[in-house]
């Protein structure tokens, strides 16, 4: 109960510090630059100039503090020992090229990264294409949609629960290992199954991002002008034709924008790895093994920092690529 008032305390600070600052902003601009008297047009004008920053103003502040300054000190921490009190160079990023569990997580993401953007956007172009094509296809969306709407954690939980292990001959109350029993095979610890675990891991993803993309690459489908798949059906095109000549050709881009975005997600994976496995059995990556060496046992805040900008490093490129694409596209 403590934590709902919290929570609704939080929002309406929020929301009526939001009105006070316009409010209160606006009324002292019109105070220093009056809209009236000999010097009107001119103090409209100053005024006119102001304003945006006015509004922009708290964003910029947010941004430094909790973006642009973190940068900074991670920076700052990552070449420095352990406490903080010592330079040491490149010394953090040395140890990270010899370090396994490094390796390992590189390793990972890089599987993460070639598995769950493709399948992701492949599931959910086909989803988008079939439920514009069905009179159910709204329920279709609002079901493939809904894993949007659960916390990575949360689907997390959802999904270890499924591959819940119980001796054999128990009643099994995960329900993957319920079907293999029931079919009469024995129960798995599938999270601990290696290196397939990697990849029941990524399911969760998959399942999370298919929804995405089928909302972004629906709309970029119905975007298409009905003349050029009509022309294709008139010359005689199959429905396959029409979908992978026609229709997927000029929806490239808005694919390209879907994929980086999910890669962007895949790298900075954290949530779920560490609900599920917590990076054991071969698991790891880079976004945990930041939190293991930052928060855990004896923190080590120079090494944890130069994981974090490594991590940094390899979505930068990928949100840069993808803002200039997106821009492209809206031109």
């Not at 430094?64 to 420095?80: E, M, N, T």
């Not at 492949?122 to 809904?146: E, V």
């Amino acid at each position: 109960m403590e934590l709902f008032w919290l929570a609704i305390g939080t929002i309406a600070i929020g929301v009526f510090g939001c009105v006070a600052w316009f409010w209160g902003s606006n009324l002292i601009l019109d105070r220093i630059y009056p809209p009236r008297g000999p010097k009107a047009g001119d103090n409209i004008r100053k005024a006119s100039q102001i304003r945006p920053w006015l509004f922009l103003g708290p964003a910029i502040l947010f941004l430094a503090v909790y973006l642009v300054y973190p940068i900074f000190d991670s920076l700052w921490r990552s070449v420095h020992n352990a406490r903080g009190t010592e330079f040491v160079g490149g010394a953090n990023y040395a140890w990270l090229m010899g370090d396994g569990k490094f390796r390992e997580s590189m390793r990972n993401n890089l599987v993460w990264l070639l598995v769950v953007p493709a399948l992701s956007t492949l599931f959910g172009l086909i989803a988008a294409q079939l439920t514009d094509r069905l009179k159910w296809g709204a329920i279709g969306k609002s079901l493939i949609f809904m894993p949007m709407a659960i916390s990575f954690v949360g689907a997390g939980v959802i999904w270890k629960f499924i591959y819940e292990y119980r001796a054999p001959g128990e009643n099994q109350i995960g329900l993957l290992n319920a079907i293999v029993q029931a079919l009469g095979g024995g129960p798995q610890l599938w999270l601990t199954l290696i290196p397939w675990n990697n990849f029941f891991l990524m399911v969760v993803l998959v399942w999370i991002q298919t929804g995405f993309a089928m909302v972004i690459l629906s709309a970029a489908l119905r975007g298409i002008p009905e003349e050029t798949i009509e022309a294709a059906i008139l010359d005689g095109a199959s429905p396959w034709q029409v979908f992978f000549k026609i229709k997927v050709p000029q929806i490239m881009g808005t694919i390209a924008v879907v994929w980086t975005t999910i890669t962007i997600v895949v790298l900075k994976v954290f949530d779920i790895v560490f609900v599920m496995t917590n990076g054991q059995w071969g698991t790891q990556v880079l976004a945990n093994l930041m939190y293991d060496w930052m928060f855990r046992g004896t923190p080590d805040y120079g090494r944890g920092s130069a994981i974090a900008i490594i991590l940094m490093l390899l979505v930068t490129p990928i949100m840069i690529w993808n803002i200039i694409n997106a821009r492209r596209e809206v031109r």
